[in-house]
């Protein structure tokens, strides 16, 4: 299927590893014009190297970034403009805020989660709708988590601020959808990451398990039984991003094998 999306210009947060540099790759595929960021340079390099490789005739640029800083996100934004044009497609993203239980967290601690979590996603999505707006054509895809619909006590602060990146969807998609700027969330479930690898070691410490046990009594509560790959997030999103979901904004999809139980 061919999703109408060739030439288009993507940017796609924390893309240097992870669910993030599936969502490039998939954008890749399909004939986008991507630019990438991440923190770490070494680790950024690496992986636009890679996803040239694996793309060839890809037109990939990337950028060092902190996605919790506003100049950052304004250079990034600004940069991709100067190389590739008005942005079309916006990928949010970012790594999960600290991960403990309400009684264990500082008030620090909840700040910076919404510094990361939250108005780095307010932020970019400013960035980018003006030209969207204007040329009546645009795509947002915010990345979060099953925790928007089913919180883990581990996870208290990302559970939080997830919901609340769920009602931001909603409302941004019936704000700007006379525009043509659709705005939609995918809600990962497992996904074999650095970050469920974390959190895989974390929780066999407390329970007093290996982590090689751990991880596969969370795949057991798992209907289709396995963790999902980056890469399967990633054709979920190019998806959205396309002119095939031309009828698809507010919604927040949950991508998880099974995991979440609520019908709503």
């Not at 932020?123 to 054509?137: C, H, N, T, Y």
Request: neutral net charge; aromatic residues 4%.
């Amino acid at each position: 299927m061919d999703l109408k999306i060739r030439g288009r210009v993507a940017m796609v947060a924390a893309a240097s590893k992870g669910i993030g540099k599936g969502v490039a790759r998939s954008l890749l595929a399909e004939g986008c014009r991507v630019s990438i960021c991440a923190r770490s340079e070494e680790d950024l390099k690496k992986a636009s190297e890679a996803l040239a490789r694996e793309t060839p005739g890809g037109e990939i640029r990337a950028w060092p970034c902190d996605v919790t800083k506003r100049e950052d996100l304004e250079g990034w934004h600004a940069k991709t403009v100067e190389a590739f044009g008005p942005v079309e497609i916006l990928v949010t993203n970012t790594g999960g805020p600290p991960a403990a239980r309400f009684e264990n967290l500082t008030e620090e601690q909840w700040r910076a989660g919404v510094e990361s979590t939250l108005l780095n996603v307010v932020r970019l999505s400013r960035l980018v709708l003006p030209a969207m707006r204007e040329r009546k054509w645009g795509r947002i895809v915010h990345l979060t988590s099953l925790v928007a619909k089913q919180p883990i006590d581990l996870l208290t602060i990302s559970s939080t601020l997830r919901a609340g990146l769920s009602a931001l969807t909603r409302t941004m998609a019936s704000q700007f959808a006379r525009d043509g700027v659709l705005v939609n969330a995918v809600l990962p479930g497992h996904v074999l990451t650095d970050r469920q690898v974390h959190l895989n070691e974390i929780r066999s410490r407390e329970e007093g398990v290996s982590v090689e046990d751990y991880a596969a009594r969370v795949q057991q509560t798992i209907p289709l039984g396995r963790y999902g790959e980056p890469g399967e997030i990633g054709n979920v999103v190019a998806f959205l991003c396309s002119e095939r979901a031309s009828y698809l904004t507010g919604v927040s999809l949950q991508v998880d094998g099974g995991v979440i139980q609520s019908t709503f």
